[in-house]
């Protein structure tokens, strides 16, 4: 759904559909994900709830890594194909090119592209914090909870901003 003027926003519940290549496929993109189940943790688990508390963690954690992966292999092949282009254009005899076969091919492409060539140019994890562990927490849907996860998520991302404007 876009939240103001060319910047998208989801919830991506329990299926860990983040859609990456969706809601603005022709514009580069910078991805923040704001984790409700972290991938990386600082202790182990001490006790049967940390187990149970840690096991939802990798169950419903983001599992977004293998569609960057996958973005950054079809940016590879559009890259690819535009450099074919190029070569044809420069090398080829055009007298000998079906033109209709050609302008089909260049026809798909296009519209491959308006629909998937947005480039990933970076995804930025935002961890939220676990102060408690409960076999409740994630049960807890009161107006104060949401907004205090809320206001964390848009804290945390506004220091990560900062944080890549400094670079």
Known sequence: MEVEKEVYGWDGGLLSNTPLREGSPVNDKQIFLVENYPKKISSLPENLAEVYHRARDIIFC???LSTVAMSKVITRYLRYIDELYQMIE????????????????????????????????????????????SIYENADFSPKAIKE???EGEQKTIRMLDKIAKK
């Open 62 to 64: 983001d599992k977004t």
């Open 90 to 133: 420069d090398y080829v005899d055009m007298t000998k090119v079906d033109k209709g076969q050609l302008e089909k091919i260049r026809r798909k492409y296009k519209k491959y592209k308006q629909d998937t060539g947005a480039e990933i140019k970076g995804v930025y994890y935002i961890s939220r914090d676990e102060p408690v562990h």
């Open 149 to 151: 996860s809320i206001k």
